[in-house]
Each structure stands twice: as C-alpha cells, then as structure tokens.
C-alpha cells in the first residue's frame, strides 16, 4: 500500500492511497474519524483507510498539492555519519554508536514543494536519504524484531545550510531550517518494499547523478537504529526517522557543489518513487 498526504483543490488537508489509477482520497467520513494519517497509524487502521479509500474514485495526483505524508509527526529523527561510503569521504571511522540528531516538523515540505535557500547562507547541500515511519509504540525493541513497528519507508531529502551545520558540535542548527528538507511521496508498507539491503538509493541534481548506494551500505541498519532509539525514548506512530545519507554530498566535492534557485533535486528509491523538489531563494 502507498498512502499519502496532501491537500485538495477546495484546500482541505487530507490523506489517502494511490495507485496507477491516482489517488483515492480516505474522504470526509473517515477523516472525521481519524484526522490525520499518524491518527490511522496509532489506530492500527491501514486496512480500514485502504478499504474507505479504494470505495472512492481516483484523484488525478496533478489536482492535489503533496504534503509530507506525516504532516505532524511528533519526532523527526536524524542519523548522521550512517554509510560506509560516507564515512570513507569524511576520512572518519565507523562510530561506535548512532550519532543522532533532530529536525523540527516545519523544516520538512512535500513532493514537489519548492525547498527554500535561506538568506544569510549559499551552502545548501542535498541528502538523499530512506526514511523510516513507526507504526506503532516502540520502548526496548530487539533488532531482531524492530522491522515488526515500521509502518512503511518514504525517500526523504535532509537539505543542510552547511556552515551553520558547522557552527558548533551540534548539527541541529544547518538541519532545521524552515522549508529546506522534503519527504515522499508516500509511504510505502513493508510488504510491497521487500528487503531492505536489496534496495537502491540515487540523488539527482538537474538531471545529474550526484549520489548512488545500496541501503546494504548502512553502518547502522534499521533494526539496529530502532533498538537503540527505542532504548532512550518511546518510539511513537508517525515518528520519522532519516537513516541518513551516502557519499556524494556537495560539502566535500571538489570544487563544491551546492542547491541554487532554478535547480532540481531528485531522490529516488527502488520501490518507493521520486522525490521531486525546486530550489528557490528566501524572499
């Protein structure tokens, strides 16, 4: 199932399932039962939304306006330093544990959204990279058995302003500026993903392949992300988790290369579609 958020013509937020007809809307019935998709997901209702919204007629997706499918997550969790391949180009070794760090909500935009350059920096990076959503309460959850609370995966971009990422020790200020990282389309469950190290992973500028991996690369895979964010805090439905990002970001290319107003970026995953997004400046 691929479920998704957005919002309609008449400007009603909503959420629904696509497929290769379009988008079935859950419809107002349903989402004045659960309002949002993270409500569906902490219901354990996705054969619920599936069933409402497969009753409805597909919506042609160039009639919506793409929204982060969780539009209200309440923890967007960030994995830096989490390929091998990228901790190659840091010229770093493989840390010992995840390093960990966190996005606010309102940094996050949709399919399509225009990312924002913002004013007082030109240093905007690209991070293709697999997000994770829970889909249900996690607290001390094995490897072995975290994969059980992941309600699907999503391709997400982690746009950095770069030299605020550097200011200090701490990532959060270069990560959370708003309108400067996206999520999507959809969520897709983990019955139409397969297995996860099977996947592949490509960013695009203008075109151009500026990042490509196999999720194998991950230092940290997801069961073991999840056990150890589960062991410090509860994990909730619709929590987010990026997984973090290969080689190939601009900071350490040689001469730099950096988003600007006019360009394209593009990540895409093996199952999960394409994740389009504009570059404009801040006005």
């Known amino acids: 199932m691929q479920i998704c958020s957005y919002t309609l013509e008449n400007g009603t937020a909503s959420y629904g399932v696509s497929t290769d007809a379009g988008i079935h809307d859950a419809g107002d019935v349903f989402r004045a039962k659960y309002a949002t998709l993270r409500d569906v997901l902490a219901a354990g209702a996705l054969n619920e939304l599936n069933a409402a919204a497969q009753a ?3 919506l042609d997706a160039a009639t919506v306006t793409m929204l982060p499918p969780i539009t209200q997550p309440d923890k967007i969790i960030c994995i830096g330093l989490n390929y091998m391949s990228h901790i190659k180009e840091t010229g770093r070794d493989k840390p010992k544990y995840p390093s960990i760090f966190i ?13 924002i350059r913002p004013k007082v920096s030109e240093k905007f990076d690209f991070e293709g990279e697999l997000a994770v959503v829970i889909g249900k309460p996690a607290r001390h959850v094995a490897a072995a058995d975290a994969l059980d609370y992941v309600a699907g995966y999503s391709c997400f ?3 950095s302003i770069r030299d605020f990422q550097r200011h200090t020790s701490q990532f959060w200020a270069g990560k959370s500026f708003q309108d400067s990282g996206s999520m999507g389309p959809c969520i897709v469950t983990p019955d139409e993903v397969g297995k996860l190290e099977d996947l592949n992973m490509e960013t695009r500028l203008n075109g ?5 991996t196999s999720i194998g690369d991950l230092a940290f895979n997801v069961g073991e992300i999840i056990e150890y964010l589960s062991t410090v805090i509860t994990l909730l439905p619709g929590d987010v988790i990026a997984t ?3 080689s190939g970001v601009g900071l350490f290319r040689e001469p730099q290369l950096w988003m600007k107003p006019g360009d394209t970026i593009e990540v895409e995953i093996t199952g999960l579609g394409t994740l389009r997004n504009t570059i404009k400046d801040e006005v």
């Open 208 to 212: 151009a392949q500026v990042q490509s």
């Open 244 to 246: 973090g990002t290969p």
């Open 56 to 58: 409805n007629p597909a």
């Open 157 to 159: 971009n982690d746009g």
């Open 103 to 115: 996005r606010f909500p309102d940094s996050v935009l949709g399919h399509e959204a225009d990312l």
